[in-house]
């Protein structure tokens, strides 16, 4: 069911107040900064009418209505830009695009998020209710609010992320890779490599060895890579080396294949029997599936932007989000927040022209997901 369409926000308003958001600066390593930005936005959620609430680690709860059974909005106040990035890439508009560090991944969603609860402030909240969480650490893994993202979204009627949509089309996100990492440290004997080489084990040329088996794991036609990313070793160049490591980032479509992988790194061995190996690390984000809920809310967000005049598409891609720990336990639909181009990059803006509708598509669907 969809009803009558929204009007769209006011984007002059939304330009202000994603401005004031990007002028806090919010490094995910400076908690105290990124609560900064969080401290704005209780206020505005307060002056909606949210209940309040401090999470442990560092996440701000808001709930509307009677948040028995919520539609749950996740977003993040951190960013990837240091402290002083404003200084060379200040908040500008330039045509329909608007630049600053964290414009589009993701003050711009959680400007978008703000400006759809005001359209529904209106007409009421829907039945069920509206939680939002705001954490600090998305950024870098969340491991600080994982916790209390996965326990709102095993209440939540559906979970929708507004983290920035992708590509030229401005597409939503209906399932992304998995994200692990694995480190490699080989040990062996050092030894004059002109005096006496037969008496060491190098560690480097077993390192070279394994990084190449590591990578040989990777499945590309099932969606798994292996990229080592990372390799030191060695000391002075006359010695045969006694420590070498490498570390290897992995992405994988489905949990099957993390299984795999792990199996596949814990059966490396040395071809020296004198060289040992340790193994750290594993799976960090599970792999967002396209689960029939996830395919549900996309369905009835095409409907939804239809409604509104334009027409939505749909990517998988390789990053993680919090989408990746909540899809598996309530229907997810991910890239929600302001559409834009270059997150992590000095090109990063949101485009004007675009995110009025995608915001009004944000309340749309906060009003009728299409899933119970
Ligand atoms: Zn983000």
Sequence with gaps: ???????????????????????????????????????????????????????????????????????????????????????????????????????????????????????????????????????????????????????????????????????????LKTGRKGVGMYSVRVTGVAAHAGNLPEQGASAISEAARLLLEAQALARPERGTTVSVGRIMGGGAVNVIPAHAEFDADLRVSVLEEAERLRRGFEALRPHDPRARLTLSGGLNRPPFERLAGTAALYAQAQRHAHVLGFEVQEAFVGGGSDGNYTAPLSPTLDGLGAPGDGAHAAHEHIRLDRWPQHAALLAALLRDPGVE
């Design 1 to 171: 069911m969809t009803s009558a369409a929204l009007p769209l926000p006011d984007l002059p308003q939304m330009t202000r107040d994603v401005r004031a958001l990007i002028e806090i600066e919010s490094p995910s390593e400076d908690l105290a900064a990124v609560g900064r930005v969080q401290d704005r936005v209780e206020t505005w959620m307060h002056e909606l009418g949210a209940q309040t609430r401090r999470l442990p680690g560092q996440v701000r709860q808001f709930t509307f209505g009677e948040a028995s059974r919520p539609a749950l909005i996740l977003m993040h106040a951190d960013t990837v830009w240091p402290h002083g990035t404003l200084a060379s890439m200040p908040f500008r508009t330039e045509g329909e695009r608007l630049y600053g560090p964290g414009s589009y991944d993701m003050k711009g969603g959680i400007v978008s998020a703000l400006h759809a609860l005001r359209l529904l402030q209106a007409g009421g909240w829907p039945a069920g209710g509206i939680e939002v969480l705001l954490s600090a650490d998305e950024e870098t893994g969340s491991l600080l609010s994982r916790e209390a993202v996965e326990a709102a979204a095993r209440r939540a009627r559906c979970v929708l992320v507004v983290e920035p949509p992708v590509g030229e089309t401005h597409a």
